[in-house]
């Protein structure tokens, strides 16, 4: 059942990247598709795996996320 649920949410983040390389160059497209997995798993690793949140992780996940926004705008 894992598996199907993992295969399923992959499956589903591939189509929506493919969907937005129809508006969004490659580059901007994967940067930011990348961006908001790495973002997801730092939040899910502090909030269900009780990683520390210290001031410096949040500094730079917000700037991950400033980055990708600031990608968007300019393309």
């Not at 390389?21 to 580059?27: C, D």
């Not at 798993?41 to 917000?62: C, D, N, Q, W, Y």
């Amino acid at each position: 059942m894992a598996g199907f649920l993992i295969f399923t949410i992959l499956r589903l983040s591939m189509g929506l990247l493919a969907k937005a390389t129809q508006n969004l160059p490659i580059g901007t497209a994967y940067a930011v598709w990348a961006g908001i997995g790495a973002a997801g798993t730092v939040i899910v690793g502090v909030l269900l795996f009780h990683e520390p949140a210290s001031f410096r992780r949040l500094f730079f996940i917000f700037t991950l996320i400033s980055s990708i926004i600031g990608l968007k705008i300019v393309s």
